[in-house]
């Protein structure tokens, strides 16, 4: 449900409350509210412009040159591409300066040689879903009433002067489906009282009656059915302030009396159909369920086929609407109709649900029917339409509604007493505070002997048992102010501290990456106590080992990890993926115990992936250990302040070993087995990763931010760079990251080269930058500027672009 606080203002006073503290109220008296939409963000210089001449462009066949009164001392000269521009209109009007959604600044330009000065504008490129806008104006611009002030505020006229709170309900809350549904509501948050709309209107002397004749055949399913006649009706456009409330609910406006009944749907919740009454042909309604076969064609164009549970208006002949879902196209309301039948109905929810879902067919009318509405409010709905129909269409209101009620509209009465509703919530509210609530959601009530006897307003079809008063008590005394306890047993369940909640994280990381865990010893020998070590002390030795073997305590993970590597791949494991999390034990701390620390290790050797009856595999290497630490950290949420430099550890190949940092601090060692290491441990190609687990864990995540996908393109420009050999990609990558800004989104190294064509030395490596501006379209000349600075910046660090 989407709520335009301009509207809701029209039943209550919302006052200085800002959109957002309101959005915020509501959302803590239990209806979530999505999003709170400015619609005049962004927007600014839009005015009302008046077309003097409007001519063809001497050199462009499509584009007309305008000469627009935009209320200055001069007209100025806009040129339009739209098809229905023309002289005579009032327009919507960008000035130079004016700032459109998306970030779009409007400047003075030159098409084809003829002078621009601002832009007249389409609704869609105001901000508008291209759904909402009338399909009169869908493919052009936007055509303004002939009262519009030229230079005058254009935002106020469209509605976009406004904010829109996005509701996201639950089933229970469709009282809420409805602007007075969240008046109330919003009455009852801010102890405001609520108007209701003006219902009143003329009427001829000739009685409705005398027009139409109505007769209900199921009663079970329709027991309640008004309509009301208005003669002499002109359809045409609505007012702009009308369209503006439509489109601001994401409603499209069509013509003024369809918009009048979409109007009062989304006012009073209370769906409304209006039949032509000349197409009715037959001057009568009867409501019935179908015959077997019937079919009837919708306002959508498509034919139904009709089940006999499905329930008809019929005029008394065929079909000429499906109850509650969808009007016929048969009497549908055009342009040449003169008198409407405005019908105002409650059907049975549970048969609007059937014959919805059996069709597929879902519209706002069965949404609202099927979840309930108000048997109180369904007459008064049909007045307003009335009311607006005389207003906005000139219509005549016959005397009186032709209707059948037998309906019962009595309120559900609940008797709670006070003690009931603080023993529910665990609280004790005082007596007197519980009236306020009750007031303010303008629930009628008698205190009799200690208890609240509450006749449940029909609006609130949720309001049944007093279970349901003690959550409308506690939802506007506050949740907030239900007291905390713990809860009282021989033992409290624990939980997991944040640490730990990472730690878990970690490992189930691994896991779902395909490694085993694995968890060996603490205890190693003195001569491997230090080996693949990220950080050396001197060694703790026991003083009464079992074995030499088992002498030490340990300062890596990877040696035993190793151990394990090997004794699998000797019993024909030729795979093997194994990590481990555990301590290690450095130097000796203030109590003369050893310090631990806790370590994350992994050993991978062997295929990282393969298909045997597609004959292909692959080894694992150093950039798949290298994707799992980054992995890892992303998920921990450090992955911006994660990066690698060129590292050396005994043991491990002096070309494939890189230390791992964070915050520029190194943190971690990831690197492939020497050969002669691995040729001693009888394994293949072994990549291994270490970490300093505890270190990680206690870094401070980065706040999780959404970005919205881009909607602009992207750009891409490929640098070739000459370096001499022992340049690191990493290096240029760091000036060409720090060089370019923030309109670089993505760079990556795609080719590296060393031939005989390159010089003694030296060697290629080429960059794919790709700049990208979330908030318009990038210019040549903008990236080509942002590019020379990253050139200049790998110039700098000795590189030469190569030819």
Known sequence: MKVSLNWLNDYVDIGEVSPAELAEKITRSGIEVDAVDDRSEGLKNIVVGYVLECSKHPQADKLNVCRVDVGEEAPVQIICGAPNVAAGQHVVVARPGARLPGGIKIKKAKLRGEESHG?????????????????????????????????????????????VLELDLTPNRADALSMLGVAYEAGAILSQ????????????????????????????????????VVRNVKVGESPDWLKARLMAAGVRPLNNIVDVTNYVLIEYGQPLHAFDYDRLGTGEIVVRHAGEGETIVTLDGAERKLQPHHLLITNGREPVAIAGVMGGANSEVHDGTTSVV????????????????????????????????????????GERAAALMEELAGGEVMAGTVL????????VRVTVSPDFINERLGMKIPFEDMEKILGRLQFPYEAVNGLFVI??????????????????????????????????????????????????????????????????????????????????????????????????????????????????????????????????????????????????????????????????????DFY???????GMLDLLGLTGRLSFRKGEMAGLHPGRTADVLLDGERVGIIGQLHPSEQKARDLKDTVVMELNLEEVLRKENEPLLYRPVPKFPSVSRDVALVVTKPTESGTLESAIRSSAGNLLKEVRVFDVYEGDKMEEGMKSIAFSLTY????????????????????????????KVRS
């Not at 759904?131 to 106020?156: C, F, N, Q, R, T």
């Not at 219902?199 to 027991?223: F, K, Q, V, W, Y």
């Not at 014959?355 to 709905?381: H, I, M, Q």
């Not at 798949?624 to 980054?630: C, F, S």
Request: hydrophobic share 40%; with cysteine; proline share 7%.
């Open 772 to 799: 990208q501006d979330p908030e318009h379209t990038l210019t040549d000349e903008e990236v080509t500027e942002v590019h020379h600075r990253v050139i200049e910046a790998l110039e700098a660090e000795g590189a």
């Open 193 to 228: 009282e609520v108007k209701l709309p003006d219902t009143s209107h003329g009427e001829t002397g000739d009685p409705a009656s005398g027009m139409l004749n109505l007769r209900i055949d199921a009663p079970e399913a329709n027991p309640l059915y008004g309509a009301k």
């Open 624 to 630: 798949a250990v290298k994707g799992i630490v980054e």
């Open 455 to 620: 006749d449940a307003p029909t609006r609130r079809g949720d309001i049944a048992i007093p279970e349901d008063i003690v959550e409308e008590i506690a939802r506007l005394y506050g949740y907030d102010e239900i007291p905390k306890t713990l809860p009282v047993a021989e033992s409290i369940p624990g939980g997991l501290n944040p640490y730990q909640a990472k730690r878990r994280v970690v490992r189930r990381f691994l896991e779902g990456a395909g490694l085993y865990q694995a968890i060996t010893y603490s205890l190693t020998s003195e001569k491997e106590a230090q080996k693949f070590a990220l950080d050396t002390a001197p060694v703790t030795k026991l003083l009464m080992p079992m074995s030499e073997e088992r002498s030490t305590l340990r300062q890596s993970l990877l040696p035993h990890l190793l151990e394990a590597a090997t004794y699998n791949t000797a019993r024909q494991a030729g795979s093997v993926a194994l990590y481990e999390t555990g301590s290690v034990f450095l130097a000796e701390g203030a109590d003369g115990l050893p310090v631990e620390v806790e370590h994350a290790a992994a050993v991978i050797t062997g295929d990282w992936s393969g298909s045997e009856w597609q004959g292909s595999k692959r080894p694992v």
């Open 342 to 381: 405005i019908e105002a109905a409650w059907f049975d929810p549970a048969s609007v649900r059937r014959t919805s879902r059996e069709l597929g067919l879902r519209s706002d009318a069965s949404t609202r029917f099927e979840k309930g509405v108000d048997p109180n409010r369904v007459l008064a709905a």
């Open 119 to 163: 832009m007249i504008c389409s609704l869609q490129e105001l901000g508008f879903d291209g759904k909402v806008v009338p399909k009169a104006y869908a493919d052009g611009i936007y055509v303004l009433p002939e009262s519009a002030e030229p230079g005058s505020d254009a935002l106020a006229i469209l509605g976009l002067d406004d904010t």
């Open 404 to 411: 059948f009620d037998e309906l019962d509209k009595e309120p």
